[in-house]
């Protein structure tokens, strides 16, 4: 597959042998959240955004992996490094337990869980983090920034935001407030208030439409009042906030909403946990979506991109007893660290935050929102959003967009979320947009 020159290519999708895959897989399944009836062939070709099917389909995949693939498909310079490491059995160590490595420190020819450790407290410095708790997903990093918090201050209380998303663990579960059926019925943590997040990413307390800002400052300033207030400040354990809300639908706040937000963290000594699951590693054109804004959060959960979970702060903030924290895998995935670790060389090598900035520039200036049925286009890098005037109309351009060879993903209600490889090309960028354009001509039709 040649990237410079390859373009999406459909017949049939789904094809026969996809529809047999996918039955396949469901007899024995649970039901979830699968999106579409498209079967990646990892033995075929594919590289950066593009892949091929278990039919021959070739199609450009902008859903990241819902970001989980910051650098796409095959990347050479990851593979290149990777290609010497012979596979062990285990793969897989009792990571808490016991200690892996591929050779001395500073001479080892493999990173592992140590050196994947040491990049993320490098790019979280600037926060004084130096502190890493490795686990196996980002509802496990979640479940752990929630725990040191909790252990850290001794509050009862925590504060999320309306539309948030935060996992599918009971205590991730507890904090989430997007669509309904991510809560029913299951039990939740006690104390957990929300208030609403910026839905106008250019508001000020003047124009305000979501309800955060009142006459008075905002609802978080309100309840949080010691006179007039409900909750005593310096009982909330902590305030979780994801700097770009995702899954609620890549909400990009306002600039009065992160000052009012960081003077009341500041006031209070809040601990400030950001949730930088789908935002991190450089999704955003800065490395965490945090450092677009005035805050600075204590703690920061990541994953996805980053290929295993984890947990950073500052050891101030981590409990200092043993078996307070713990997890079999945690820090013994020797595959994935390695991963992680390289995707952060690649990243910073490269110099992909800025190639993430100007492609997710040229992508808003390329992509015509003018053309009916789109109410917005934002982004953040390539942490990119198209809004349409109902969720019928997304969801069609969203399969019509498959049948032209381009992946993409809903979130929030009426919104498409766009998330191309860190290193995507120009050209690569031009094809999205007119796949995209041409679909919702389709549907328009």
């Not at 669509?179 to 508001?203: A, I, L, N, S, T």
């Not at 690649?346 to 110099?351: D, I, K, R």
């Not at 498959?402 to 120009?426: K, N, S």
Request: hydrophobic fraction near 35%.
């Amino acid at each position: 597959m040649d990237r410079e020159s390859v373009e999406p290519r459909v017949e049939t999708i789904p094809g026969e042998r996809a529809r047999r895959q996918v039955e396949y897989h469901h007899s024995t399944a649970a039901p979830s959240t699968y999106v579409y009836d498209f079967v990646w062939d990892y033995t075929a070709p594919a590289e950066g955004p593009f892949c091929t099917d278990l039919d021959g389909n070739v199609l450009m995949d902008f859903t990241g992996h819902v970001g989980a693939a910051p650098l796409g498909y095959n990347n050479p310079e990851l593979l290149d490094r990777l290609s010497e490491f012979d596979l062990v059995e285990p793969l897989k160590i009792a990571g808490q337990d016991f200690y892996a490595a591929s050779g001395p420190v500073d001479d080892a020819p493999f990173p592992g869980p140590a050196d994947l450790m040491d990049r993320l407290t490098a790019v979280t410095s600037h926060y004084d983090m130096d502190t890493v708790f490795l686990s196996n997903s980002g509802a496990e990093a979640i479940e752990n920034a929630i725990k040191i918090s909790y252990d850290h201050t001794g509050g009862q209380y925590a504060v999320t935001f309306q539309g948030a998303f935060h996992g599918r663990t009971l205590g991730a579960l507890s904090l989430n407030r997007s669509k309904g059926v991510y809560r029913r019925q299951f039990p939740e943590v006690p104390g957990v208030h929300d208030v609403p997040f910026c839905r106008d990413r250019d508001c000020d307390p003047d124009s305000c439409g979501c309800g955060f800002f009142t006459d008075d400052g905002s609802q978080l300033r309100r309840m949080l009042d010691p006179e007039t207030g409900y909750i005593d400040p310096q009982e909330v354990a902590y305030v979780i906030v994801e700097p770009v809300q995702g899954e609620g639908g890549y909400r990009f706040p306002s600039d009065a909403f992160v000052r009012e937000l960081a003077e009341l963290v500041e006031t209070h000594d809040f601990t400030l946990v950001a949730d930088e699951i789908q935002s991190g590693m450089g999704r955003t054109g800065k490395f965490w979506a945090s450092d677009h804004y005035p805050i600075e959060p204590d703690v920061i959960a990541a994953a996805k991109g980053l290929r295993v979970g984890a947990t950073i702060a500052n050891s101030d903030v981590f409990p200092d007893e043993r078996s307070r924290l713990s997890s079999t895998w945690g820090a013994g995935d020797i595959l994935a660290s390695a991963q992680g670790a390289i995707t952060i060389d690649v990243v910073q090598e490269q110099n992909l935050l800025a190639n993430a900035r100007e492609r997710g520039e040229q992508f808003k200036d390329s992509f015509d929102g003018t053309t009916e049925g789109v109410t917005d286009v934002r982004g953040l890098g390539l942490m990119l959003a198209v809004e349409f005037d109902s969720e019928e109309r997304r969801d069609d351009v969203m399969a019509a967009a498959m049948q032209r060879g381009l992946l993409t993903l809903g979130c929030g209600h009426e919104t498409l979320r766009i998330l191309p490889p860190l290193d995507v090309t120009e050209r690569e960028i031009e094809l999205g947009c007119d796949l995209l354009e041409a679909a919702i001509a389709d549907v328009t039709r």
